[in-house]
Structure formats: structure tokens, C-alpha cells
């Protein structure tokens, strides 16, 4: 029920819901509208207004607000604020319940933990930065560039790619030695290409450097969206051997004298998604050995500027056989599908943007616009920032209230590596988040299987273990709610709780 009720001064009581806070807001919107309380066409109050009165983030009544807007309890308008709808209007898509009836032991909503995202920033005033810049941008692109497929460049504009190499260079050093920022950015362009997210650009790079039947390697866990590529290329995977600090070089030299790889995936830093960041002389030594070799290596850096701490990219090491690939989906916007690869020089980059043209056409314009736009402005910095500052404030609540056993994390990153208790398998445990609202991955999404009989190795069983996404809460209550719900499940058996699977 609503403390207020007139219009603008709507204000919900949730001390006695026991949901996710944004859940509980817009149950408490179906609740009025149901009761009468809020009339049709009454103006709710703005979202920052209600965030203030009840001590929350802006983005949990914004998606509130946007749970209310599918339930079709109200109608947002362009300029003039959000409003109650009529209840008979028609609702587009599947019928919506205006409020959650009482049933026994209710399953929660989902969290879902499967896609690995960072946390929403807890900086309301940066959503206004960073619309403007998103409006700045489009207002600046060329009308043309929408209304005509791509050019050579793969749809990017030499902005495009200047601003890219600006944001390459944050990771990665000058390759003439400068210690002019603006001058490595330069030559750095020379060499970049723009693609429409980094599994845009890994699917481009597969393309361009293996054939079907062609073999590549990677960790004994990987990020699922490259083992979706390869077997989507027809492309043998062998999985390398990893302890904490990442990548065994050795088991790598191992695998390319009895396969010899087309090329090398790898995340040496905050690595997905046991966390392990490669020491710097484990880059040297795979920088030597892939040069020695004569394969290229795919540095998947999308991690890379989240710690303030991390050793220098493998592409320092070794610039002349390194496609070196910062995304930013992980550091700045999960929905700007746009990333940059610094090529080992100006050919492989017109060789990769052919392969890119090829694949998906190249890189959408608006796409390209906004990520200058926010780089070129500091708001992909400020966003860097609040990101990392968020993922900090929720990695001290994981070490308060998760076994120090049981996990590895860094603490400028948004995910961590649950290892599970010998009482429990990841199935069963898995299974019994699903039963508390929590969906996670476990370590089978990640392992690369198949044994290496010729060079005297195998990957091994998948671990008892599983990926926690701290950033999927929406909020940090929700988060801590979460972690609270991993710690009390730690703490017991399968046995006990009567797990059935």
C-alpha cells in the first residue's frame, strides 16, 4: 500500500515485502491501480524524485518503473513524465497479472548469473551524461552512413579508429618506444579495426586465420562464446592446461609441437572464469613460444583496464604476432557492441576488416558514433570508473560473507570463482540456487574436453566449482541478498536440504 497517493507524491511502503526491491515497487504500483489508489492518467512521481524519498539507486526504480511499463500498469511519455495507464487498454505481448498472488513457499525472481555482466553503476547523475552523449553523437553522423552499406573500412571512420587506438593505448605500449600518449594513439591507428563487439571480432579473426578440420588452443576453461565459434567453424579445440596464475606455458609448448595451432585464444587478465591474471613473465614465455612457432595469438584484454594492477598485455611482449582485443561491453556498456583490435601491422588490419566485411558487413555506424562520442568526452572513463568502484564495494560484501576458501576474485573485478565444499557437486548446488532464484554457470559452460594422448596431457574433468557474476543484482541489496543466499548454502549439505536432481 502507498503512504501517499496523490500523483506526485506516491510513495510505496515496502517494509513488509519480501521480493527484489524493484519487484516490490512495481507490485505495489498493481497493488494502488488494483485498490484504486492511483487513478488512470495520474503522473507518477520522476524516477530520481522516488529514488530520493525511499534512500534507493536510480537504476532500481528505473527498473521498476520499466517492470510496471510490461505489466502495462503505465505508459511512459516522451517529455512529460510516466503515467497510470487504462487497465482494459491492450497490452502488447503475452497478458500480464497486475500483481503476484500469494502462493506457498513462492520462488523468487531469477537472478540470472549466466551472462557475465558489470554492475550498474551507482552514479545516477552518469545517466545523464551519458544520454547526452548519445544524442551528441547521433546528431553528428552522417545521414549518409545509414542510408548506404559500408565501405572498405567496415563501416568505421577514421574517428572511429583514432578513437579506438586511444582506448588500445590505454593497454598497450607505444611500438616505437614514445611516451607521447597522442603519438602512440596515432601509429596504433594505423593498425586498428573497429568491429561490432569483441565476439564480432573473434569470429571475424577465426575466420581469417583457420579452416575447417584447423586446430586452435586455449585454456582447459574458456569463455563459451569462443567455444561457439570454433565449433561453428569446424575448428578442433585443445584446451591447455591452467593452475592459479592462469595458462601453463610449458603444457603449451607441449601442445604445439603435437598439433601445431593455427592460433592461441587466451584471457590473461581476469580471466574467464576462474579470475587467475597471467603473471608477466608467463607472457613473455608465450610470447616466445608463439614466435617460435610461428602462430598468432587472440589476446582477449577485455578485463584489461579494470585493474589498476594488471601486468602489460602479451601484445607488449610480442606486437608483431598479437591481435590485441578490447572490448567494451565488460568496462564501460554491456549494449555498445563495439570493440578494437590493434592487428600486428597495417596488412593483417586490412585483412581482418575483409574478413569482418565478409562475416557481418561491418561495424553499425551509431554503434561506432557513440563509443568516439563517450571516449572522446571522458564518459566511457567515468563509466570505467563507477564500474570498478561498484565491483569493489560488492567484492568486500563477497568477502564478508563467502568462506575465504571457497572463492577467488580480484577486487576490481565483477565475478568470482566459487570452489564447492566436498559435500556438494556443482549440479546439485546449481540446482538449489535454481530452487532460491539465483541461475549461475557452472564449470562444464567453460571446459574445453578431449584428451591429448601425443603430447602426454589432458585437460581433465570439469572442477566442483562455478562463476558468480556479482554484477547481474541489480542493486546491492539484491546482491547481498545473493551472497547471503551462496553463504547459507555453503554452510549445508544436499542432504540435508533433500536435493533431488
Not at 132 to 153: K, M, N, T
Not at 183 to 203: D, F, K, M, N
Amino acid at each position: 500500500m502507498a503512504e501517499q497517493t496523490g500523483g506526485g507524491l506516491w510513495q510505496p511502503d515496502l517494509t513488509d515485502r519480501d521480493r527484489p526491491l524493484y519487484l516490490a515497487i512495481a507490485d505495489a504500483i498493481a497493488d494502488d491501480v488494483r485498490d484504486g489508489r492511483l487513478a488512470v492518467g495520474q503522473r507518477m512521481p520522476p524516477q530520481r524524485t522516488l529514488a530520493d524519498r525511499l534512500g534507493l539507486d536510480l537504476t532500481t526504480v528505473s527498473r521498476a518503473y520499466g517492470e510496471a511499463r510490461r505489466r502495462g500498469l503505465l505508459d511512459a511519455r516522451v517529455g512529460q513524465g510516466t503515467f497510470v495507464r487504462q487497465q482494459d487498454a491492450p497490452v502488447p505481448g503475452p497478458a500480464r497479472r497486475l500483481t503476484t498472488a500469494p502462493v506457498p513457499n513462492p520462488i523468487p525472481a531469477v537472478i540470472d548469473m549466466t551472462m557475465n555482466q558489470p554492475p550498474l553503476p551507482d552514479a545516477p547523475e552518469l545517466l545523464d551524461r551519458v544520454r547526452q552523449g548519445i544524442e551528441l553523437a547521433v546528431r553528428q553522423i552522417d545521414p549518409q552512413s545509414l542510408l548506404r552499406y559500408p565501405d572498405s573500412g567496415a563501416g568505421a571512420t577514421d574517428e572511429d579508429r583514432a578513437a579506438g587506438a586511444r582506448w588500445l593505448a590505454r593497454r598497450q605500449p607505444d611500438p616505437a618506444g614514445g611516451s607521447d600518449a597522442e603519438e602512440a594513439a596515432s601509429r596504433i591507428a594505423t593498425r586498428t579495426v573497429v568491429c561490432p563487439g569483441t565476439q564480432g571480432a573473434l569470429l571475424a579473426l577465426l575466420s581469417m586465420l583457420a579452416r575447417p578440420g584447423d586446430t586452435v588452443c586455449t585454456e582447459a576453461l574458456t569463455y563459451p562464446g569462443f567455444k561457439a565459434i570454433a565449433r561453428q567453424l569446424g575448428l578442433q579445440v585443445i584446451g591447455i592446461p591452467m593452475d592459479g596464475r592462469g595458462l601453463d606455458p610449458d603444457a603449451l609448448r607441449a601442445a604445439v609441437k603435437a598439433h601445431a595451432p593455427k592460433a592461441l585464444y587466451c584471457t590473461p587478465t581476469l580471466h574467464n572464469p576462474t579470475t587467475a591474471t597471467l603473471p608477466a613473465e608467463r607472457r613473455e614465455a608465450i610470447a616466445a613460444i608463439a614466435r617460435d612457432h610461428g602462430f598468432p595469438i587472440i589476446e582477449d584484454d577485455i578485463y584489461g583496464v579494470l585493474p589498476q594492477d594488471a601486468p602489460p598485455p602479451i601484445a607488449s611482449f610480442a606486437p608483431d604476432v598479437t591481435f590485441h582485443v578490447v572490448g567494451l561491453a565488460k568496462c564501460v556498456a554491456p549494449g555498445l557492441r563495439i570493440a578494437y583490435v590493434a592487428a600486428p601491422d597495417g596488412r593483417q588490419a586490412i585483412r581482418l576488416a575483409s574478413a569482418l566485411r565478409a562475416t557481418m558487413l561491418g561495424t553499425p555506424p551509431i554503434l561506432a558514433a557513440v563509443a568516439t562520442q563517450w571516449i572522446g568526452d571522458g564518459t566511457a572513463e567515468q563509466l570505467l570508473s563507477a564500474i570498478r568502484a561498484e565491483a569493489r564495494v560488492r567484492q568486500g560484501m563477497a568477502r564478508d560473507l563467502l568462506p575465504p576458501t571457497a572463492m577467488t576474485a580480484h577486487p576490481d573485478g565483477f565475478h568470482l570463482w566459487l570452489t564447492l565444499p566436498p559435500s556438494w557437486t556443482r549440479g546439485e548446488f546449481a540446482s538449489h540456487l535454481r530452487t532460491r532464484g539465483i541461475a549461475a554457470a557452472v564449470s562444464d559452460t567453460f571446459l574445453v574436453p578431449g584428451p591429448d594422448l601425443v603430447s602426454g596431457f589432458q585437460p581433465g574433468p570439469a572442477p566442483e566449482a562455478l562463476r558468480i557474476c556479482l554484477g547481474a543484482p541489480p542493486a546491492r541489496a539484491d546482491c547481498r541478498r545473493m551472497l547471503e543466499t551462496l553463504a547459507d548454502t555453503l554452510e549445508q549439505s544436499p542432504a540435508v536440504i533433500g536435493i533431488v536432481i
